[in-house]
């Protein structure tokens, strides 16, 4: 097969950038290789479902530009194509007042980052919209929401065939190298090539910068976030979505509770170290994976560093009860007899060999190729824009 483009992983940064190109030169030619069965089968398919706003992140950074633009984009795109969505808002509560300024620093941020209509609640405005919330203040999040990610990425498969793009399932990547101005890439049963390679693997990007070649300068770092569900006679007790003041010091947002947009309450995640790259339950191991993490020098710096951390992650991943005392500090009166257990996913953290965890979108640009070495959330809600971004990166290099 000989192709303009050829995209690894059919996640929904893979099918968006598809999308971006072909919307941008209709006539470009382009294939996405997906190595399982089905499209967005991992981080895309085993989200939250949650429409980020772009309170969280650093101005101007790639990630707050990207959810910003990326928010319209996705609103816009169910808008026309009829996929579910639900802008419901949510609240970011402080528990106590030493979360108060941490609080504060969130609301500035999200200022900063061009969001109107944010509200400071007091306990008593916070209580009229989450009665059974404890707190002494939140923040309220209007733009914030729910949406269907699977339905997007089958819509985005619709319209990259449609525009005479190609997806392939069942393909993955085994082998990728450069002749002169062509990127050969082979899978299982098939030879590509191709004027340009975009590396969109998720969970195993970093591995596919190797194969083509390169060193990447990190590892990524699989961590599984696990989650319960509401039984149905206590989901009244979710309005909206309701989200802790996360740990500035720990790259994920906390315990938290989500409503899903085709019904029901998710609690969770937490975030404990997978034993494979795609381990979504705890006896998912894969020695070599594994002792790939362990002995990874960033790893273990990491590990030193937020070791009581994660002990802490690791007994709510065991234990239901230290789970529930988790979701209590958010609302009391939630027993252990109110959830049961539900899905997992698995993020992708690139992690540097100091033991530094990669905050940002990572876009690697070489000759003939484009590798997304990083892009955790909130990648789901930016998908159009980082698309778009990295459209624009291919197009300049196939003109």
């Known amino acids: 097969m000989k192709t303009d483009v050829c995209i690894a992983g ?148 619709e319209q990259i065939t449609n525009w005479g793009g190609q997806v392939l399932c069942n393909a993955p990547v085994k082998a990728i190298a450069s002749q002169g101005q062509t990127q050969i890439i082979e899978t299982a049963n098939q030879r590509i090539e191709s004027s340009l390679f975009i590396n969109c693997a998720g969970l195993y990007a970093d591995r596919l910068i190797q194969l083509a070649g390169h060193e990447p300068g990190f590892q990524i770092l699989p961590f599984r976030g696990e989650y319960y569900e509401l039984k149905k006679e206590k989901q009244h007790l979710v309005n909206h979505l309701i989200y802790p003041v996360p740990n500035p010091n720990f790259p994920f947002l906390g315990v938290h509770f989500t409503r899903m947009i085709h019904g029901g309450i998710e609690s969770g995640p937490n975030a404990v170290l997978a034993f494979r790259r795609e381990g979504y339950k705890k006896r998912d191991i894969h020695l070599g994976e594994l002792w790939e993490t362990i002995r990874f020098s960033g790893f273990r710096k990491l590990a030193r560093q937020h070791w009581r951390t994660e002990v802490g992650e690791l007994h709510r991943s065991f234990s239901k009860r230290a789970y529930v005392k988790a979701l209590k500090k958010l609302i009391p009166s939630i027993t252990a007899a109110d959830v049961k257990r539900g899905g997992a996913g698995v993020r992708a953290m690139a992690c540097r060999p100091d033991g530094s965890l990669v905050d940002d979108y990572l876009f690697i640009e070489k000759k003939g190729q484009i590798h997304v070495g990083n892009a955790p959330s909130p990648a789901a809600t930016s998908c159009l824009s980082i698309g778009e971004t990295i459209a624009q990166m291919a197009i300049k290099q196939l003109t």
């Open 10 to 157: 059919a996640g929904l940064v893979g099918l968006a950038t598809a999308y971006q190109i072909l919307k941008n030169q209709p006539n470009t030619s382009l294939v996405v290789l997906e190595k399982e069965a089905q499209v967005a089968a991992h981080q895309s398919g085993n989200n939250s479902g949650v429409i980020h706003s772009g309170i969280y992140y650093t101005p101007n950074s790639k990630k707050a530009i990207n959810c910003i633009r990326g928010y319209q984009y996705l609103i816009d795109f169910c808008n026309q194509h009829q996929i579910a969505y639900d802008i419901c808002g949510k609240i970011i509560v402080a528990s106590n007042v030493n979360e108060e300024h941490l609080l504060q620093k969130i609301y500035q941020r999200g200022l900063a980052n061009g969001l109107n209509n944010l509200d400071i609640l007091d306990q008593e405005a916070m209580k009229k919209i989450e009665p059974y919330v404890t707190g002494v203040s939140a923040i309220r999040v209007p733009q914030a929401g729910i949406a269907d990610y699977k339905f997007l990425a089958a819509k985005l498969v």
